[in-house]
C-alpha cells in the first residue's frame, strides 16, 4: 500500500470514529464481540417416523444442520444458533437458528423447504420461512413437561415433547398435497440450549 493510501485509510477511520462518537477501545471492543452459540435440537420418535413413512411423508434437516439416528431414540436434528437473545428463564427472547427443513410427499411429488428458521421464545414456536416467501410459519411447538436451567446469559430448556403447531399442521398439509399433520400430532421431544454472546 503506498504511503498516501496508508494516509487516506487512517484518515477514514479517524472520521468514522469522530463521526459516530466511538472510541479506539469501543471500536476494539466490537471487533472482539462474540456471537450467541447454543442449538436447538428436534427428536423425532421412531413412532412418528414409522407413521411418517406410512402417509409418504418424509422430513430431512438441511445444511447446516446435523442429522444422527439411534434406533431406540429415533431421528435428530440438530439446528446451531446463528443470533439473537434470549432470557430462557424469563421465557422470552427470538433466536435465529442456521440449516433448514425439507418435507416431501412422496405420493403427491410436492415438497416446501423452509429457511430462516427461529425459536421463538415468547411464542413458544419454532418457525421457518418457506422457500420464496417471506413470512415465518409456525412449524413446532415443544410441549409436555419442560425443564428450563441455567441464567439468561447461559441457559437450556429441555421439553418432553414436540408437537405439530395448529398453524404448520394446515399449511403443510395445503403445501403438500396431505392430511397427515395435525395441530397438537407429537413429533418428539425439543431440547434447546443458549450461550450469549460478548
Known sequence: MSRTSTRLAAIATTVVIATTGLTASAVADAAAATAPTGSAVVN?????LLSSLSAG????ALPNATGSYDSTKGLSASFPVTGGSANLPGFY???????????????????AVFKNLAFRIDTWQVTGVLEGTSAPVALLDPAGDTVV????????????????????AKFLDSKLNT???????????FSFSFKAGS
Not at 411423508?57 to 430431512?60: D, E, K, N, P
Not at 427472547?93 to 415438497?111: A, D, E, H
Request: no cysteine.
Open 93 to 111: 427472547g427470538n433466536v435465529q437458528l442456521g440449516g433448514g427443513l425439507l418435507f416431501v410427499n412422496l405420493r403427491t411429488g410436492k415438497s
Open 44 to 48: 423425532e420418535s421412531n413412532s412418528f
Open 149 to 168: 436451567t441455567g441464567t439468561q446469559a447461559d441457559g437450556k430448556l429441555e421439553s418432553s415433547d414436540l408437537q405439530v403447531d395448529g398453524e404448520g
Open 57 to 60: 411423508v418424509l422430513v430431512f
Open 179 to 189: 392430511t397427515f399433520f395435525q395441530a397438537g400430532q407429537s413429533v418428539g421431544s
